[in-house]
């Protein structure tokens, strides 16, 4: 099997056809092991647009940048409406494969390549909102917030509104709670006070 820096330096040229000419320079960024075994990674640079590129047994990580904003492939294709006429990932033995279906991805994200990257910062702040999302769920459940939100409904089920406050009291993230769960509170609040 071939070194990942090899394929991917042969994958860079399949993208330079198209990046090149639209005045995008290909950076080398380095190659190493890790867990998952040897990678390489590199990036495509004009100015403040950087189109970042991951490889390991495969083109993994896509990632389109233009200043400080940043999204994923999947992401920004979805915001542009073009994930229907998507080629990359893609499923072949052949790991040159996806970098042939990026290359006709890119053809279809002139808001990145020669555009105003308007779509792309809407797909960057879409992303951030639900990876925070994401990420704060993980954090709840983390912490047992989940945990104590399953034993506070079952409280409540049993009548038992002191129990249901007190684990209220004890949630670390009370602001996740869905609306549902808030009104629980609310009821055992004025059933326990009375």
Known sequence: ????????????RILERLLVPRGFQFRFGGE???????FAWGEFVREDRRLE??????????RYHIGDQNVSHEFY???LGAEDQCRYPGFS????????????????????????GA?????????AVITAARDADAAAGYVGDKDKL????????KGRYDEVVALARELKYPTR???????????????SSS
Do not use: T, W, Y
């Open 119 to 127: 779509s792309l910062r809407q797909a960057a702040e879409k992303e």
């Open 32 to 38: 190493g092991n890790g867990s998952g075994g040897s």
């Open 93 to 116: 033995e052949d790991p040159r494969r996806a970098f042939d279906g990026l290359a006709h991805d890119l053809s279809l994200a002139e808001d990145f390549l020669i555009g105003s």
């Open 1 to 12: 099997m071939s070194r990942p820096k090899d394929v991917l330096l042969d994958g860079v």
């Open 53 to 62: 590129l991951h490889f390991r047994q495969s083109l993994g990580l896509v």
């Open 150 to 157: 399953n034993r506070m409904r079952s409280c409540f089920r």
């Open 77 to 79: 294709m979805r915001e």
């Open 177 to 191: 709670m869905s609306e549902s769960e808030r009104r629980i509170v609310e009821i055992a609040q004025e059933k």
